[in-house]
């Protein structure tokens, strides 16, 4: 059981948008920096989001974050079927001292 | 260019131990905290151990008291003990540099593989 809960699956046709939710505790996400992975099949995840909505140099703004309370989310936008991946949100937990992650959510381009 | 490459993996029997490492190049590694990430056929992500660039370390309930992760500044290096083995530690491990509160560069990971 994951400690950040996100939906198994989401799904759109090409051009449409996608948002990924991402749940958690005031302990995690409610005071920590909410980051996004991608991860295609058989390689090492990615980073796409980090402090909650900023995007590394060189990653289309097709993909955004942000974050209310102790939820955030994860949208792509322009949909492509090169998406088709892993996501996996993360952040820090104080109360664990640990590093907590969602169960990943698999986005599929119909 | 930043790179992570792990090494180490590889088939062990339950109970027996391995030494992963993971050597950095093209960012200033005594500044960065690290991570051992690691993720179970057909599992999501699992954090096992982080180090502070000043040599802080914590680790997972789940290899606490079996792991010990260690890092050389000197050689830009990280690594991770991994003692009494068990099937449940069957996974990829990913080397990961941190920065800016997430988990910013990812080494391309090493399988460890324990047999029971």
């Known amino acids: 059981q994951s400690v950040l809960t996100q939906p198994p699956s989401v799904s759109a046709a090409p051009g449409q948008k996608v948002t990924i939710s991402c749940s958690g505790s005031?302990?995690?996400?409610?005071?920590?920096?909410v980051s996004w992975y991608q991860q295609f099949p058989g390689t090492a995840p990615k980073l796409l989001i980090y402090?909650?909505?900023m995007r590394p140099s060189g990653l289309p703004d097709r993909f955004s974050g942000s974050k209310s309370g102790t939820s955030a989310t994860l949208g792509i936008t322009g949909l492509q079927t090169g998406d088709e991946a892993d996501y996996y949100c993360?952040?820090?937990?104080?109360?664990?001292?640990?590093?907590?992650f969602g169960g990943g959510t698999k986005v599929t381009v119909l | 260019q930043v790179r992570l490459v792990e090494s180490g993996g590889g088939l062990v029997k339950a109970g027996g131990s391995l030494r992963l490492s993971c050597a950095a190049s093209?960012?200033?590694?005594?500044?960065?905290?690290m991570t051992w990430i690691r993720q179970a056929p057909g599992k999501g992500l699992d954090w096992v151990s982080d180090?502070?660039?000043?040599?802080?370390?914590y680790y997972a309930d789940s290899v606490r008291g079996r792991f010990t992760i260690s890092r050389d500044n000197a050689k830009n290096s990280m690594y991770l003990q991994m003692n009494s083995l068990r099937a449940d530690d069957t996974a990829v491990y990913y080397c990961?540099?941190?920065?800016?509160?997430?988990?910013?560069?990812w080494g391309q990971g090493t399988l460890v593989a324990v047999s029971s």
């Open positions: 990961v540099g941190e920065y800016s509160n997430s988990l910013h560069y």
């Open positions: 093209g960012f200033a590694f005594y500044d960065y905290s």
């Open positions: 180090i502070s660039g000043s040599g802080n370390t």
């Open positions: 005031s302990s995690n996400i409610g005071n920590n920096y």
């Open positions: 402090d909650n909505n």
């Open positions: 993360g952040t820090w937990d104080s109360s664990l001292s640990a590093w907590v």
